[in-house]
C-alpha cells in the first residue's frame, strides 16, 4: 500500500471520528426537542376545540394538568384517583408521582386555577369508576388499567391539530408552564427546575434560551 494511500485512509479515519465526537456532543446538548409556547390565545384556542368531543371532560383536563403543573405528557396516567382527590372528595393540593424520567420521585402540584377541570372531569367518571385506587385516567377499554402512553400523547397531538397549531407538542407545555412562571410570576428559577423535575438546572435555562415568543416579542419591537 502506498504512503499516500495510507495517509489518506489515515486522515478519513480521523474526519470521521471527529464527526462521531460531534454527533455525539450535539446529542448530549439538546436533549430537550425545541417546541413552541403557546400563548394565552393559543391557550383558548385548544380549549375550545375540546368542546362537543366524546370525552370532552377528560381530554381538557389531562391538557390543562399538564399545563398547570408541568408534567410530561406520560406522568398523569400514573395518578390513581386517591392521588388527585382526598378521602373527603376535595382535590389535593399536591402529590408524589415516582415514575419519572430520571427515575427520582417529586411533588407535583395541583393549582386552583386547574380544580374547574379536575372538578368537571371528576363529575362526569361516575361514581363507579371513582374508587380510590383506580387511575384518574382510564383506559376505555380496560377501566381498570390507566390510558397508554400513546393514547395520551394521541390526544395532546390532536388536540394542537384540531387548534391549527401542528407545530406544537406536548413539550410545549411544559416549556409554556415554565414560561409563564418566569415571566408572569417571577419564580426563581430553582423553583421552576424543582416543578419540571431536571437533575440539572442548565436544562431548565435552556427552555429559556430558545423562547419562540420572546424573540418574537423582541424582533416585534424593530423599527428600521
Not at 63 to 76: C, H, I, K, N, Q
Not at 86 to 105: A, F, M, P
Not at 155 to 167: D, T, V
Amino acid at each position: 500500500m502506498s504512503i499516500s494511500l495510507v495517509s489518506t485512509c489515515m486522515l478519513i479515519s480521523v474526519v470521521i471520528e471527529i464527526m462521531l465526537n460531534l454527533l455525539v456532543f450535539y446529542q448530549k446538548e439538546n436533549v430537550m426537542p425545541v417546541a413552541p409556547e403557546l400563548n394565552k390565545n393559543q391557550i383558548k384556542r385548544v380549549s375550545n376545540c375540546f368542546t362537543g368531543t366524546r370525552h370532552e371532560h377528560r381530554d381538557r383536563c389531562y391538557f390543562f394538568m399538564l399545563l398547570y403543573s408541568g408534567m410530561r405528557v406520560g406522568e398523569p396516567i400514573q395518578l390513581k384517583n386517591e392521588d388527585v382527590i382526598d378521602w373527603d372528595g376535595n382535590i389535593k393540593e399536591s402529590t408524589i408521582i415516582t415514575l419519572t424520567k430520571n427515575g427520582k420521585s417529586r411533588r407535583v402540584y395541583f393549582p386552583k386555577n386547574l380544580h374547574k377541570y379536575i372538578s368537571a372531569y371528576w363529575s362526569n367518571k361516575g361514581d363507579v369508576n371513582q374508587g380510590g385506587n383506580l387511575y384518574f385516567f382510564q383506559s376505555q377499554q380496560s377501566p381498570m388499567d390507566s390510558m397508554s402512553l400513546v393514547n395520551a400523547t394521541r390526544l395532546i397531538k390532536n388536540s394542537f391539530n384540531r387548534a391549527g397549531l401542528p407545530e406544537f407538542s406536548s413539550h410545549s407545555l411544559r416549556r409554556s408552564n415554565a414560561m409563564f412562571l418566569r415571566r408572569e410570576v417571577g419564580l426563581d428559577l430553582e423553583v421552576i427546575r424543582e416543578v419540571l423535575g431536571h437533575n440539572d438546572i442548565r436544562t431548565t435555562q435552556r427552555y429559556f434560551a430558545a423562547s419562540s415568543i420572546e424573540a418574537s416579542e423582541g424582533l416585534s419591537q424593530l423599527s428600521f
